[in-house]
């Protein structure tokens, strides 16, 4: 696709529309949230009582297996390109001693369920990072990696919607996943991460095409393992995100100024709505009402 066209007036959603702050966090110094992100967006849209425990009540929220091997791999390739754009690539050797490195630091806060392997765990992130090498990263030209972008409604506003790009290209922006399942075209299409990014590219007048760089723990039987799979975002499509962003922060000042206790909780359908097993589930169940938490005060 060819990168969405830059905006041509910056004021797209009324800026009287949005809170100029948003909530206070419950504990500590009680600091106002500065910020949103894709992923307390999907955490409130998901669960509005889940997001009040997650970022305003600071309840710890301990990574799964699965997202430990993401979270590895991903910073493995981010210091490869961070390498790549000073002209100092590290190699592969390197790279494998770094994976290494990682896992060990991260394996100890992670939740692991019976069925997981850490040492399969290990091995796929050490064959992922090489196969990353070979299929993929020689067509990437990185002017950035990890760059923090951010934008607000209005100049009094006093917190930011933030996303971070993990590779930056001039006309590219590459998100790297990897996970039990591959990114399939239908979850690309409607993908959060990727209308959020394109649109900052966008607001920011600069706009990019948004890839996910997609692989699965198990190397398929044919055909490599990494896949470029696209996510177009039509303008549209980018002035809807920008809609929601807002209702989502008028909603959650709402709550903070109507509704003391817990929040509307998540609906009977919604699969994360589960007792917390392996890393899997809720992790505010056991004090959730639903999960026959306290009743509050
Ligand atoms: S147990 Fe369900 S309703 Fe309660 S916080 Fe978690 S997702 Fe929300």
Excluded at 263 to 291: K, T
Aim: net charge neutral.
């Amino acid at each position: 696709m060819s990168a969405v066209a830059s905006p041509s007036a910056p004021a797209f959603v009324d800026p009287l529309s949005v809170p100029l702050e948003l909530p206070a966090r419950r504990h500590g110094r009680r600091l106002r949230l500065k910020s949103l992100s894709p992923a307390s967006l999907r955490a409130f849209e998901k669960c509005p009582e889940a997001f009040r425990r997650t970022y305003l009540l600071e309840e710890k929220v301990p990574p799964n297996l699965s997202m430990t091997l993401g979270s590895v791999v991903g910073d493995t390739l981010a210091r490869y390109f961070a390498g790549r754009i000073v002209g100092r690539a590290p190699g592969a050797a390197e790279l494998d001693d770094l994976v290494l490195e990682l896992f060990a630091a991260k394996i100890g806060d992670t939740v692991l369920g019976l069925e997981d392997d850490p040492d399969l765990g290990k091995a796929q992130c050490r064959a992922a990072v090489a196969d990353y090498l070979t299929e993929i990263a020689p067509s990437v030209e990185p002017v950035s990696v990890e760059r923090r972008a951010s934008f607000r409604f209005d100049a009094e506003q006093e917190w930011r919607f933030v996303c971070y790009f993990d590779v930056e290209c001039e006309r590219l922006l590459a998100d790297l996943k990897f996970g039990r399942s591959t990114v399939k075209e239908d979850r690309a299409y409607r993908d959060l991460q990727a209308t959020a990014q394109t649109f900052m590219r966008w607001a920011e007048r600069n706009p990019a095409e948004f890839v996910f760089h997609a692989a699965t723990l198990e190397r398929p039987e044919d055909g490599p393992r990494w896949q470029v799979v696209r996510a177009p975002r039509s303008i549209r499509q980018l002035l809807g995100f920008q809609r929601r962003v807002a209702r989502v922060a008028r909603m959650i000042a709402h709550l903070d100024a109507t509704e003391p206790a817990e929040w509307p909780l998540a609906a009977d359908f919604g699969w994360w709505c589960a007792p917390r097993v392996g890393g899997e589930g809720c992790p505010h169940w056991d004090r959730c009402p639903v999960g026959g938490g306290p009743i509050p005060a």
